[in-house]
């Protein structure tokens, strides 16, 4: 079904989610795709063979800024070994739960996906600990939110398509990554929230994303997800290192239950076994009880659109009160625990210190930037100027920014990463 677009479009105002309902599987009203979507900042040809949203999905998964995800840390450095989470893969297990989850209470599964792949495109080299120095080093310039450079990344950093700059998504999966930690107006003195209408300021004049709002229900499946897949797959990653043991675990109540019903191992090999069952057996319990306190939220609230999602006093899909209780023991323990452990602090430290080189001596030469970065910056005022360093270094992989650390530092540069 196609409507007359306006000022936005996929060429049409497309009211996709009828087609799925027909030709796909049965979504709900509350679905995003149930309603005509805002369509996109530039208008552009409807596709034959992709409703908008399955479209995002693979403008995100062809993006450059999807692929540098692979040699971005999750928690361990990539050099630390093959089989530890990185960036990307966290993105596409983010991905795999968000499906389960949208399928579950019928949502759109497509919108879903787009958000969970494209969640963290924004995210630095060496992880949160890249991320604090680049924002405590730009904060005299606005500071640095991944959660914002994700947004920058797909409204104007990636360049390859002729006609705009970013990647031209549709109105509902930009708004569901600009909301992915919540209705930005909820907190508006925030730091992280002062930098996000920063950035948006110009795209809001243009193509309003309602930041007083809720998110809709697949965005919020996409946040569920986020903490769900980096809650498990850090005790998977934190007792393959060493730095974690099954024993340590059994002092969080929520891991204890599930470790009650796994065997133990006799040797390595059937050790391996029991970690995998602990992880996959706490990912079923966790998706249990957002699916079963989603529906019980969704029956109160008896939402007909997306709108009235958007417009609720509380987000629909959430953990039950008893498990946030639960999961609050699983992060505190993962912080005391794994994100502080001495080895991991040690080689995040270096990290810091390689970004904070090449920050400081990026801005103070800017000839040592490649050339086609160097001569933009040198035509930018301060502000800009910094900003555009930014976004080069929170642009880099784990190993481009070791690589470029000793080209540009050499011997002044004091911090390596062994």
């Known amino acids: 079904m196609a409507h007359a677009d306006g000022a936005h479009g996929d060429g049409a105002r497309l009211a996709y989610g009828a087609d799925l309902a027909v030709g796909e599987r049965s979504v709900a009203f509350y679905a995003a795709s149930r309603l005509p979507s805002r369509g996109r900042l530039h208008p552009e040809s409807s596709c034959p063979t992709r409703n908008p949203m399955q479209r995002d999905r693979d403008r995100v998964l062809h993006s450059t800024a999807f692929r540098r995800l692979m040699h971005k840390t999750q928690v361990f450095l990539y050099h630390e070994g ?42 630095p080299p060496f ?65 992280s929230t002062k930098q996000l209408l920063h950035a948006v300021r110009h795209f809001e004049a243009r193509m309003s994303l309602d930041l007083h709002r809720r998110a809709s229900a697949e965005a919020q499946v996409a946040a569920v997800s986020d903490d769900i897949a980096w809650m498990t797959h850090d005790i998977d990653d934190g007792l393959r290192a060493g730095h974690l043991a099954v ?135 301060e502000r800009r100027r910094a900003r555009l360093v930014g976004d080069f270094v929170a642009g880099m992989t784990d190993r481009f920014a070791m690589s470029e650390h000793k080209r540009v530092c050499g011997k002044m540069g004091t911090h390596t990463i062994s």
């Open 82 to 123: 093959d089989h530890y989470r990185t960036r990307l893969t966290h993105s596409l297990e983010v991905a795999q739960i968000a499906r389960t989850l949208a399928r579950q209470l019928r949502l759109d599964e497509d919108l879903a996906e787009a958000l969970a792949l494209a969640h963290d495109l924004g995210h």
């Open 127 to 191: 992880g949160h600990a890249g991320e604090r120095v680049l924002d405590a080093l730009l904060q005299p310039w606005g500071g640095f939110d991944h959660n914002v450079q994700s947004f920058r990344i797909v409204t104007r950093l990636e360049r390859k398509y002729a006609a705009f700059d970013g990647l031209n998504l549709c109105w509902e999966t930009l708004e569901g990554l600009i909301k992915h930690n919540g209705p930005p107006l909820a907190s508006p003195e925030a730091h």
């Open 247 to 381: 024993g340590d675990l059994a002092s969080v109540p929520l891991v204890r239950e599930v470790l009650s019903g796994v065997p133990e191992g006799h040797n390595e090999a059937e050790a391996q076994r029991r970690i995998y069952e602990v992880v996959r057996r706490l990912i079923t319990v966790l998706v249990s009880d957002v699916v079963g306190e989603a529906r019980s939220r969704l029956t109160a609230l008896d939402p007909v659109t997306a709108d009235d999602i958007r417009g609720a006093a509380n987000d629909v899909v959430a953990f039950s009160p008893a498990m946030a209780v639960q999961i609050g023991a699983l992060r505190r323990f993962l912080f005391e625990r794994l994100y502080r452990h001495p080895v991991v602090n040690r080689d995040m430290e270096n990290a810091q210190g390689i970004v904070r080189d090449l920050i400081g001596r990026y801005m103070s030469d800017d000839t040592a930037l490649p050339r086609a970065w160097a001569e933009e910056a040198g035509r930018l005022p």
